[in-house]
């Protein structure tokens, strides 16, 4: 959808953005005093750009994810994906996911899609920004600069009793004062950045050439 919009006015929004200041997991409500988790993923390092097959440009999949150990009593996690960089008054979802099982290790490629209400094992898919359930695929302004899409997991103390497709303020605020550890990894996008994945170079981004189409 964003892609649509002409170069000139992402530029001129360079600077409307949510602010980091506004992720969830930088709030001391949600954090506070807790431990620490390493979230990674196969796909990206750490502060690099996601592949071009996980955004609006490509086939429009989220990534996986793995991560280490998470602290003893441990009950259940929870994943937030934000974008700070969005020009809006707050970052916007791309993907939210709660009660998944403490001995889960691991999302897989394209893991984070609609489930109704949840699985079998107790993890359920919250609304992302477009008040749908399931991955929002990355999609910044032509001209707007680099995005940063945030994953935040979130190991808590107890599972979550949140409504039927709750969005992200329903969940920052029933796991508010049980997060026992957390861990975050930062995926970058923009259409002007150069991409590479895991240190191999790809082509530049050419998304919002004729005939490119967001999925």
Do not use: C
Request: negative net charge; glycine residues 12%; aromatic residues 6%.
């Amino acid at each position: 959808m964003l892609e649509h919009l002409p170069r000139w006015l992402g530029s001129l929004m360079t600077n409307v953005r949510a602010g980091h200041a506004k992720l969830a997991i930088v709030q001391d409500d949600v954090t506070h005093e807790s431990g620490f988790i390493d979230l990674s993923s196969p796909a990206f390092t750490n502060g690099g750009r996601l592949p071009q097959r996980f955004t609006a440009d490509g086939e429009g999949v989220s990534p996986p994810l793995v991560w280490g150990e998470v602290p003893e009593g441990t009950v259940s996690l929870a994943l937030l994906v934000e974008d700070p960089d969005a020009p809006a008054p707050h970052p916007m979802v791309h993907g939210l996911i709660w009660n998944l099982p403490p001995d889960v290790r691991r999302l897989a490629e394209g893991e984070i899609v609609a489930d109704g209400f949840g699985t079998a094992d107790g993890r359920d898919v919250g609304r992302n920004s477009y008040f749908l359930e399931g991955w929002l695929p990355p999609d910044p302004p032509p001209g707007h600069g680099v995005h940063d899409y945030v994953f935040q997991l979130f190991a808590l103390s107890e599972a979550i009793d949140v409504d039927d497709n709750p969005g992200r303020s329903e969940v920052v605020s029933a796991i508010s004062g049980r997060v026992l550890a957390a861990g975050m990894l930062v995926g970058t996008y923009s259409r002007e950045e150069t991409a590479s994945v895991k240190g191999v170079p790809e082509a530049t981004a050419t998304a919002g050439a004729p005939g490119m189409q967001a999925v």
